[in-house]
């Protein structure tokens, strides 16, 4: 879930580049200036459009400023105050594809965590080739369902949402299907940070890495380690989903951005590529897997006889 990421510090994007979060925001942008457009249209003030819909005046700048993502009933009475209720139906496909582009956490956990999982699980059943890059947290479609009601909890205490962990666990767990699919390849790269990181008891984190060492030997999965000697050509700032050539997927600890645009999708693709070129994978990788594990071991209770 909600990782937490930061920017590429310090890293030049190609000229006529933008990360995602920018082509986000100018979407924002574009659509609070067309707002801004018909309410000028209309010869009305911001006070009076605000007054119009018992709207407190702060709102109504907000909107046109960037500053606030409106619902669709902010667009509704704002067209029909405007006298422009032909372009009620253009601005919410701009709004709805805003939607899915910054698709806020407490917005879409709302209905509890299982709704979301359903909805990744319709997606994974349209993408034949998965490419996923992770520096924090071990992947959704690899956890054991111990791993998983750790990061499920995370989610609950960080968005107040309800506690469905149990269902939302559940259908995490029956995604993995997938990975039995010879339809389907999934190429996953992981630092070995992620594999250290405390978020979860030792014992489970143990059971979570000799899960691992299992996944990785299955045909259509292909499994990179980066540990931590080796010397990076990309530092790995955040982590990062490539579905086949359509959509990255980058969750921030506020939103999931979904990025299509050509040269986002070009941009990620090759900063895989240069992850994937350092990674260690076979036996190489399950080596790094089972250092871990040889570590941690000390630090996991033992069973009782």
């Known amino acids: 879930m909600p990782p937490g990421t930061a920017p590429y ?25 067309r707002l801004r457009e018909l309410r000028q249209a209309a010869g009305l003030s ?89 520096s924090t947290f071990i992947p959704g479609l690899l956890q054991t369902a111990e791993y998983a009601r750790f990061r499920f909890a995370q989610s609950i205490t960080v968005f107040k949402v309800r506690n469905d962990i149990d269902e939302a666990v559940a259908v995490r767990v029956q995604r993995q299907d997938i990975l039995y699919r010879p339809d389907k390849r999934f190429h996953f790269i992981l630092t070995e940070a992620a594999l250290r990181y405390r ?4 014992g489970i984190m143990l059971g979570q890495l000799d899960r691992m060492v299992s ?21 790995p700032a955040h982590g990062f989903w490539l579905l086949d050539n359509d959509r990255v997927m980058v969750e921030t600890f506020s939103a999931e951005l979904n990025l299509t645009q050509p040269q ?10 240069s992850l994937a070129a350092v990674a260690d994978y076979g036996r190489s990788a399950r080596a790094i897997i089972n250092r871990v594990i040889e570590d941690l071991a000390h630090e996991a209770p033992e069973d009782d006889d």
């Open 9 to 33: 510090d310090g890293t030049i994007l190609p000229p006529n580049r933008t990360t995602g979060v920018t082509s986000v925001h100018e979407a924002r942008d574009a659509l609070g200036r």
């Open 46 to 134: 911001g006070r009076q459009l605000a007054e119009s819909l018992s709207w407190p005046p702060s709102k109504v700048s907000k909107l046109e400023n960037g500053r606030q993502t409106p619902t669709d009933d902010d667009v509704r009475g704002w067209t029909a105050a405007t006298g422009s209720a032909g372009e009620t139906e253009a601005l919410l496909a701009s709004l709805h594809t805003l939607e899915v582009q910054h698709a806020e956490w407490q917005r879409q956990l709302k209905v509890g965590l299982k709704p979301h999982q359903q909805e990744i699980a319709t997606l994974d059943a349209r993408t034949r080739l998965f490419r996923a890059f992770e």
């Open 199 to 202: 978020l979860c008891p030792p």
């Open 215 to 235: 996944f990785s030997a299955l045909p259509n999965v292909k499994l990179g380690i980066i540990g931590f000697e080796t010397a990076y050509t990309v530092a």
């Open 264 to 273: 986002e999708l070009a941009l990620y693709s090759g900063v895989f590529d």
